[in-house]
């Protein structure tokens, strides 16, 4: 049996509590790693939605009018106002609607209607898309990255070992 002067030591106290190694980490992992954030089985039609907050942001991940998952931040990009304060739901009419000024995106998050807005030469809706945040759904699972350049390659993607994985049927775990 073990004692307390036998046991080894654990982290530091302090990384449990530092905003300073806490901001450490959101940088080294979380805004650079694919995460896990949920199963493509919850998004069965396109407007199908579930947010994912990763450290300080708020991810809105969809299923498109094209049937392939995309994500983006959830930020309007007019002025900043959360899109989605529900955890999960469905875009109705497949267009994602700002609360604030009614700015409208398609499911792919382009800008196609601007509601009270003056119309000016200078004005072009390519330049003001919702972020998009990489998003890649491997065996059921979806999986984000915040990187605006991902390094890591994916897991499954060709030279990685998933050898022990290929006897589970993931895609069809619940």
Known sequence: MRT??????????????????????IAAIWQRDWICVGRAETLK?????????????????????????????????????????????????????????????????????????????????SDYSLYAVHVQLWRGFVFINLADNPAEVFPGSPGQDTELLRNWPLEHMR
């Open 4 to 25: 307390l002067t036998e046991a080894k030591p654990g982290l530091p106290g302090n990384w449990y509590y530092d905003p300073d190694h806490y901001d450490r980490e």
């Open 45 to 125: 039609r396109a407007g199908d939605y579930f947010v994912a907050d990763i450290g300080t942001q708020s991810v809105v991940v969809t299923r498109s009018d094209e049937d392939t998952l995309v994500a983006f931040h959830n930020t309007c990009r007019h002025r900043g106002s959360v899109l989605c304060r529900n955890d999960a739901g469905h875009f109705r009419n497949g267009r994602v609607i700002c609360p604030y000024h009614t700015w409208t995106y398609s499911l792919q998050g382009e800008l196609v209607a601007t509601p009270g807005r003056f119309e000016t030469e200078d004005f072009r809706f």
